[in-house]
């Protein structure tokens, strides 16, 4: 049960945005924010799983993920309303409400609410380092095993961070983050929903901010 949820921190935390296929969608709510998120991981993140966390003798088609207890895990940190269903050891989806405050996402300035009821979801160094800070320190820890500029404050080009993950974890599983890309579906109040992709390294790599909004751009508040 303990290395199942030692994997799910891993890969839900570590390779959230660095999956192969993500989308991220989020919606305004009574709560506040409902959000879902689909995870799809490649053949190189399956391997390089199986050898950090190898199956039992027998086992091998065990899967990586306890659904229980990552609802449990996540609703500590303050998210709501969590459900969560995982297909053996490929794809994991994630969908709770995350309330004005006292959660990870809000405090941290990742999810914006403006004053019309629409949700705003913004990326850069300063509130991705805020979400880190949040974080419980296991949760925390397995951040770290990205080396993510974003993360970490130090400064380098998208192909040096690609290069320094190929150097640690192979170029198998380097490809397939340089590949990766997440698609997010902001929804707004008006029923229309923007929808925008951003390849997985600019995410982890960040600079400046980077905005997905419930609402088009030049429309008034």
């Known amino acids: 049960m303990m290395k199942q949820i030692t994997v799910f921190l891993f890969l839900a935390v570590s390779l959230f945005f660095t999956s192969c296929k993500s989308s991220v969608s989020v919606k305004p709510s009574a709560v506040?924010?409902?959000?879902?998120?689909?995870?799809?991981?490649?053949?190189?993140?399956?391997?390089?799983?199986?050898?950090?966390?190898?199956?039992?003798?027998?086992?091998?088609?065990?899967?990586?993920f306890d659904d229980a207890q990552i609802a449990q895990v996540l609703t500590a940190?303050?998210?709501?309303?969590?459900?969560?269903?995982?297909?053996?050891?490929?794809?994991?989806?994630?969908?709770?409400?995350?309330?004005?405050?006292?959660?990870?996402?809000?405090?941290?300035?990742?999810?914006?609410?403006?004053?019309?009821?629409?949700?705003?979801?913004?990326?850069?160094?300063?509130?991705l380092q805020a979400l880190y800070g949040l974080l419980p320190f296991e949760l925390a820890s397995y951040i770290d095993m990205l080396m993510a500029p974003a993360f970490t404050g130090e400064e380098m080009t998208d192909g040096e961070y690609i290069d320094s993950v190929a150097t640690v974890y192979g170029k198998n599983v380097a490809d397939e983050l340089n590949d990766g890309e997440v698609k997010f579906n902001i929804h707004g109040t008006d029923a229309r929903t923007n929808s925008s992709s951003l390849s997985a390294v600019k995410l982890l790599n960040v600079t400046g901010t980077v905005r997905f909004c419930g609402k088009r751009a030049g429309e008034n508040d």
């Open 32 to 64: 506040g924010a409902d959000f879902d998120v689909s995870i799809s991981f490649g053949s190189a993140f399956c391997g390089l799983f199986s050898a950090v966390f190898p199956s039992e003798e027998g086992d091998e088609t065990r899967s990586f």
């Open 77 to 127: 940190t303050g998210i709501q309303n969590v459900r969560v269903k995982s297909n053996g050891q490929t794809s994991l989806q994630i969908s709770g409400s995350a309330a004005a405050s006292g959660n990870p996402l809000v405090d941290s300035g990742i999810i914006v609410f403006s004053p019309d009821g629409n949700v705003s979801l913004v990326f850069s160094l300063q509130n």
